[in-house]
């Protein structure tokens, strides 16, 4: 049995061999191109010689896990966690923070070049942003709650997997999530309640997930419960008592009874407070919920806003589609004379509205849908179309329909390099050219990347 990176190895001889890294994947994991094939290897660095053994053979890859590093990257450091390896939250705490901002860049770079056809020069000098802190950065943090042999266990899942990794802290979590969760765990540990922990498969248990946030610059804490069917009056004052030990300054429960992974539901009520905290980006304050789209890393998050922002200079109407809580959609409303947001989630929208009227602003016009729906009745004409859209990119028809508006500009905000390409490929079949291209490190000691990229059309 072998360690590396606090994971466990089991050695065949016959299945361990030597393999030369030359790149690393979407998701971080090493690759490594051999006369038999594709072997992804998880645990090794770009120009690293390593000796792993092979776990899997599919028809056109196998993958291997890192036995012995028999040359190192220069940019290998030792994981600062004690889960890492085990806990599937993070991919590159085995690389300093430079090689992780030269492995994002290099990301975006392969997916605009292989999966959108545009030529590698147009990246050259891609820089990745410095996340203004790297450790104890994310501000919110969802653990999800297993029944195990009678007791009632969290963590997070290890990689690829619904197993729970049993962790009493994590590093990138910011303090205040840390301490609610130490909290929270202790008393689960130290108690016995009547409700138990979640079964996937039966989708029995009334315990699903703990959910922590925070305000970086505020301080403000909120804790959700998110249970599975109805509790007793029973239960649910023993869940405020255990919340309550955190100190956290609003409690909620969430109820969620869908089988699935999905983790929340649709329905929130409060325990105790408002069920809202806040956030200050810049010079805006910002209210969020449970349920409510907020960035995970707030410095960074303000420096992504401020750049997104610097693009729509002299715009005066501008278009932004899937608008979220409104965060974003300050910036763009100090820039510009209007601003159309376009959300699909109807509390978000509502917290939107909050939020732009918390921050005196009053020429948004903030509407309900989903953006394939609702761009085909918009009838204004734009300077530019900001868009933010979920991992899966955006739906053909909007790219077609802002392609319609015969906008200038378009900002495009995306979280996957692989999707963000494809879409600037059809952007690029109607005439829009790239001008610049900017990735944030939003997600530090992950495979994670933020990108911003700019489009003009004479």
């Known amino acids: 049995m072998k360690i590396l990176n606090g994971k466990e190895f089991t050695i065949i001889n016959n299945n361990i061999k030597i393999f030369e890294i030359s790149g690393l994947s979407s998701d971080g994991t090493g690759i490594s191109r051999t006369s038999d094939g594709v072997v992804f290897v998880q645990g090794a660095l770009p120009g690293e010689k390593v000796r ?64 959108g056809g545009f030529e590698a020069g147009i990246f050259d000098g891609l820089e990745c942003v410095k996340s203004p802190e790297i450790w104890g950065y ?12 009678g007791k009632i266990v969290t963590g997070f899942y290890r990689a690829g997997t619904h197993r729970l990794e049993f962790i009493k802290k994590c590093p990138v979590n910011a303090v205040k999530i840390n301490e609610i969760y130490g909290k929270i765990l202790s008393g689960l540990e130290n108690n016995h309640y009547s409700f138990d922990g979640y079964n996937e498969r039966a989708n029995t248990g009334k315990l699903r997930h703990i959910i922590a946030r925070t305000g970086i610059n505020t301080g403000e804490s909120l804790l959700s419960f998110v249970i599975n069917g109805k509790l007793s009056a029973k239960n649910v004052k023993s869940l405020a008592l255990l919340g309550n030990s955190a100190h956290p300054d609003t409690i ?46 707030t410095g960074q998050a303000e420096n992504l806003f401020s750049y ?14 899937y608008s979220g809580t409104g965060s974003l959609t300050c910036w763009l ?76 500009r378009i900002i495009y905000v995306s979280c996957n390099p692989a ?34 990229i700019s489009l003009f059309k004479k």
């Open 52 to 115: 792993a053994e092979i776990v899997s053979r599919k028809k056109d890859f196998m993958i291997a896990d890192t036995v012995s590093v028999e040359k190192s990257s220069s940019g290998r450091v030792f994981p600062k966690c004690r889960y890492y390896g085990k806990c599937g939250g993070c991919q590159l705490q085995h690389a300093d923070y430079k090689t992780q901002l030269e492995i994002k860049s290099g990301l975006v770079r392969d997916a605009m070049t292989r999966i």
């Open 138 to 149: 994310r501000n919110k943090a969802a653990f999800p709650v297993q029944g195990i042999n």
């Open 252 to 297: 909620t429960l969430n109820h969620n009874s869908k089988p699935g992974n999905v983790i929340l539901g649709n329905y929130t009520e409060n325990l105790t407070g408002s069920g809202l905290i806040s956030e200050r980006l810049g010079k805006y304050k910002l209210n969020f919920d449970t349920a409510s789209f907020f960035q995970v890393n």
């Open 308 to 321: 997104v922002s610097s693009k729509t200079e002299g715009s005066k109407n501008i278009l932004e589609l």
């Open 333 to 408: 409303a100090e820039k510009s004379e209007n601003v159309t947001s376009v959300e699909e989630f109807k509390g978000a929208v509502k917290m939107a509205v909050r939020n732009l009227e918390t921050n005196n602003f009053s020429n948004v016009r903030a509407l309900c849908g989903k953006s394939e729906d609702v761009i085909s009745g918009l009838k204004d004409n734009y300077d530019a179309v900001v868009m933010d859209p979920p991992r899966n990119g955006c739906e053909r028809s909007v790219l077609e329909a802002v392609n319609d508006f015969c906008v200038k």
């Open 419 to 452: 999707t963000l390409a494809r879409d600037c490929r059809i952007l690029s079949s109607h005439g829009y050219n790239i001008e610049s291209v900017r990735a944030f490190d939003m997600f530090p000691q992950t495979a994670h990347v933020e990108t911003v």
